[in-house]
């Protein structure tokens, strides 16, 4: 199969998803985390919860539901959002443990993991996120979360040989979903990349650029893709992407090149012909309009920083 900007932009940010954890709870509870350093997500297997991110209205949560969490705020969950809530660190890292009963255990069951991005090129996906969303259960995709949620279950229970690695692609694959889900939610998300790729009219141009970054595409050859007019494509582009086409193909170029320059130990001058640069001096200002330093100086303070 030809490659899709969805995979190439989640191979870029190195998207690795994992299950941390979970509890299943009965009667009055009520658990206070703090400000996650990653993308948190979370499911309900069973019954429903109230979830409530600080300076956010609490949202009811029920089985089959999943939330994601990409704003650095603490937040609650609890049955009831009267309910006093203890510390969730206390109770899980205190005691060395990833899954706790509370009370009886018999009204809700959640399961929670993290998603970690590569520190240089994870902005591109976390920012294209809100802060907080809701997939319900009830949507088209509800089938796919309820078998992924199950198998989740499943291999905490039953612990087989292999079962922490079958966690985390498992948790990878409803990463996608979400993501999946959201391109699909009718315009619930900001104006970003994944928006664009939500909009099936858009997709032929965004596929275009993703396919030949080096390219040097014209907005008319944009359009014709996209059977509109340049006029048309370009503005429903911007309204949509939130920055107007060749605009999007200059940031993707930049990000590739982020890329090699880390992991490649290529001239300045080879990165910038593989990212559709006539020279390195046009290459090296772009580059530097983007992240405020140069193409040298800032592989220099990556490995610094891989160093560290």
């Not at 255990?105 to 991005?117: A, I």
């Not at 294209?128 to 997939?135: E, I, T």
């Not at 949507?139 to 039953?158: D, I, M, S, Y």
Request: proline residues 7%; glycine residues 8%.
């Amino acid at each position: 199969m030809p490659s899709d900007a969805l995979s190439e932009i989640l191979s870029l940010t190195t998207v690795e998803s994992m299950v941390t954890g979970g509890f299943e709870a009965g009667g009055p509870w009520a658990l206070r985390f703090p400000a996650p350093k990653s993308i948190k997500f979370f499911a309900l297997t069973k019954g429903f919860c109230w979830a409530q991110i600080d300076g956010e209205a609490p949202v009811r949560f029920k089985q089959g539901d999943v939330g994601l969490l990409t704003a650095r705020r603490p937040y609650t969950l609890s049955s009831d959002p009267s309910v006093t809530p203890v510390d969730a660190m206390a109770l899980f890292s205190g005691r060395g443990r990833s899954f706790v009963i509370l009370g009886d255990g018999t009204n809700c069951h959640y399961v929670g993991g993290h998603v970690l991005l590569d520190p240089t090129s994870g902005p591109l996906l976390s920012e294209a996120l809100p802060p907080w969303l809701r997939v319900d259960g009830a949507t088209e995709q509800a089938a796919r979360f309820r078998w992924l949620l199950g198998e989740l279950v499943n291999e905490r229970k039953q612990r087989l040989p292999g079962s922490a690695l079958v966690a985390s692609q498992l948790a990878q694959l409803l990463f996608v979903q979400i993501l999946r889900a959201q391109m699909d939610s009718d315009g619930r998300i900001p104006p970003g990349w994944l928006r664009a790729l939500g909009d099936p009219r858009l997709v032929p141009a965004v596929q275009l650029m993703h396919d030949e970054p080096a390219r040097a595409w014209h907005l008319d050859e944009l359009a014709r893709a996209c059977a509109m007019s340049r006029s048309t494509f370009a503005a429903r582009f911007t309204a949509t992407a939130g920055i107007a086409p060749l605009g999007y193909l200059a940031r993707w170029r930049i990000h590739l090149a982020c890329k090699a320059l880390r992991d490649q130990r290529l001239p300045v001058a080879s990165v910038a012909a593989l990212a559709g640069y006539s020279s390195q001096g046009a290459f090296s200002n772009a580059f530097k309009r983007m992240t405020g330093v140069s193409p040298s100086l800032w592989r220099e303070r990556q490995a610094c920083a891989d160093a560290a």
